[in-house]
């Protein structure tokens, strides 16, 4: 898995044989600094992007292989012992409202370099079904989290944020919430030349706007109504800078930007959540790397005092793997022939069973 953060490659190898996942190794590789500048760039229309493109999706498969001969080495294995590997690709387009969603990917590469069958393009079957092709990881939740007679919101930060809620009544419900961490990386790479704030330090020196927090919290995606999901097509560099340039600058400092942007991805989750009045809800079980930024993790609990907020570490499965995991689930779903999307989700007509499979 390699997500909106762009910080690199998470790589999980996971045996589904008995009743619940168990992690057998993972590992992070971090991306080259010209292949996530050029990741970023493709964000957005370049010149010449078809070729740029493919060539970074060559790139982007190779770390993908290497990341998956450092779980293989260290749980010492051999490639002839997996069925599959699930490769998610990097995300550069999300317009499910306009019928596609592009994440860069080779996995016929992919598979020829690690000897494993790869599968791949897993969001394109719910957009074509009429879904939002995203959050995909609720149904993984589900699986893994899910406890009957228990409501419960598992909270994904990544470079965007997004919820399941678990009723006790066995029902999900999931979406994008908006920015995660986008916004304040892109924020302290423009200000420090820094890829993000490690623990919210740099955050936590600044004070909040109330003004430049208002006019974040205007934007009109909050205020839709689930199934909805997003990313850098709307929370990119030229929307911060609008309503940065927007708001007063007497008294806007850059750690004064960073507090607020730390403070606006806690509203919108804390907002998202009480909007789905989880009647019953107690704990609130958080994974990705905003799990480790202790700045936003103290203006969550700050927000919603009423609720318990933990890493999903307290449910036997580290904040750092979830994704990784959620998507060699996912490859397990499509071996076996079995839905992978919650129609409640992402607004497909139905279930369906999601990606491609290329052979070793």
């Known amino acids: 898995m390699s997500g909106t953060s762009l910080d690199g490659v998470d790589a999980a190898l996971a045996d589904f044989a008995g009743p619940a996942p168990r992690t057998l190794a993972t590992h992070f590789s971090p991306f080259e600094a010209d292949l996530r500048?050029?990741?970023?760039?493709?964000?957005?229309?370049?010149?010449?992007?078809l070729e740029r493109a493919a060539f970074a999706a060559n790139r982007l498969v190779r770390a993908y292989a290497a990341a998956a001969a450092e779980v293989l080495r260290a749980a010492g294995l051999k490639p002839e012992a997996i069925r599959a590997l699930g490769a998610h690709g990097q995300t550069i387009r999300h317009r499910p409202e306009l019928g596609y969603t592009l994440q860069l990917n080779n996995p016929a590469l992919l598979a020829e370099l690690t000897g494993i069958a790869v599968a791949a393009d897993f969001r394109a079957r719910d957009v074509a079904a009429g879904g939002q092709g995203a959050p995909l990881v609720p149904a993984f939740h589900r699986a893994v989290f899910g406890a009957p007679g228990q409501t419960r919101v598992i909270v994904n930060i990544g470079g965007i944020g997004n919820i399941t809620l678990l009723a006790a009544d066995g029902s999900v419900l999931g979406f994008d919430t908006g920015p995660g961490n986008v916004l304040m990386d892109l924020w302290i790479a423009q200000n420090q030349g820094k890829t993000f704030d490690e623990q919210g330090a740099w955050a936590a020196t600044g004070r909040v706007l109330p003004d430049l927090l208002a006019r974040l919290l205007a934007e009109p995606y909050l205020a839709l109504p689930p199934p909805k999901s997003t990313g850098r097509d709307l929370f990119n560099p030229a929307w911060l800078a609008a309503h940065v340039q927007a708001a007063p600058t007497d008294t806007n400092s850059p750690a004064d930007v960073q507090a607020t942007l730390c403070e606006y991805t806690a509203a919108?989750?804390?907002?998202?959540?009480?909007?789905?009045?989880?009647?019953?809800?107690?704990?609130?079980?958080?994974?990705?790397?905003?799990?480790?930024?202790?700045?936003?993790?103290?203006?969550?609990?700050?927000?919603?005092?009423?609720?318990r907020w933990q890493s999903t570490a307290a449910l036997g499965v580290a904040p750092d793997w979830v994704e990784a995991l959620a998507f060699a689930w996912l490859a397990h779903r499509l071996l076996e022939n079995t839905p992978g999307n919650l129609a409640s989700v992402t607004g497909a007509q139905g279930p369906r069973v999601l990606g491609a499979l290329y052979p070793r």
């Open 268 to 307: 919108t989750i804390v907002d998202a959540i009480a909007r789905q009045s989880a009647a019953g809800l107690l704990d609130v079980f958080v994974c990705g790397g905003g799990a480790h930024n202790a700045t936003l993790m103290a203006r969550l609990a700050a927000r919603a005092p009423q609720w």
């Open 37 to 49: 500048a050029e990741l970023l760039a493709l964000q957005s229309p370049v010149e010449n992007e």
